[in-house]
T-cell receptor, first 111, second 116 residues
């Protein structure tokens, strides 16, 4: 099973760009990388998903190097409302659909 | 636009009591999941169902049973509740693709369970 490693916590200030890196050394050839965001007292919600290079949507960008052993979620110009826990997931396609969430990264955005 | 609906939202049980948490989704997804989340922790998978009629253990299945009643509904049962099962429980559904289609899980609002 693909295992992911992320920093436990990060701090930032409003207006800064935040980059959260996830390590997934044993990613399989057909694995995709998915990031979720969870606010307190809510269920996680999908942010972005990618396979290689760069993916961008209205919320974030996802950078994946050629070896795909890591990925970086980039949040441009964060605000207080971006304070949340961010999870990186890999490998559900090869795990019979089993979605395993790790510890996640707790991002705290300060004024 | 209901998505994933969980009931109840809050529940207090006495040790040894039983209860069933209900979950229903209206997105025609094949896969459904039950997670628990303890304070300050990530989500841990209890059970999941890849399709109607199938269920599999996740990371922390002990003390729980599940039923995939039909494609829409996936219930979680605590036969004899223990204080260690005090947690927030989330149900989710998804469609898992082998190809490049986006795989996105949708979560319910959660059930806050306290066992005293």
């Amino acid at each position: 099973l693909a295992k992911t490693t992320q920093p436990i916590s990060m701090d930032s200030y409003e207006g800064q760009e935040v980059n959260i890196t996830c390590s997934h050394n044993n990613i399989a050839t057909n694995d995709y990388i998915t990031w979720y965001q969870q606010f307190p007292s809510q269920g996680p919600r999908f942010i972005i998903q990618g396979y290689k290079t760069k993916v961008t949507n209205e919320v974030a960008s996802l950078f994946i190097p050629a070896d795909r052993k890591s990925s970086t979620l980039s949040l441009p110009r964060v605000s207080l409302s971006d304070t949340a826990v961010y999870y990186c997931l890999v490998g559900e396609r090869n795990q019979g659909g089993k979605l395993i969430f790790g510890q996640g990264t707790e991002l705290s955005v300060k004024p | 636009n209901a998505g994933v609906t969980q009931t109840p939202k809050f529940q207090v049980l006495k040790t040894g009591q039983s209860m069933t948490l209900q979950c229903a989704q209206d997105m025609n997804h094949n896969s459904m999941y039950w997670y628990r989340q303890d304070p300050g922790m990530g989500l841990r998978l209890i059970y999941y169902s890849a399709s109607e009629g199938t269920t599999d253990k996740g990371e922390v299945p002990n003390g729980y049973n599940v039923s995939r009643l039909n494609k829409r509904e996936f219930s979680l049962r605590l036969e004899s509740a223990a204080p260690s099962q005090t947690s927030v429980y989330f149900c989710a559904s998804s469609e898992i693709y082998s190809g490049p289609q986006k795989t996105e899980a949708f979560f319910g609002q959660g059930t806050r369970l306290t066992v005293v």
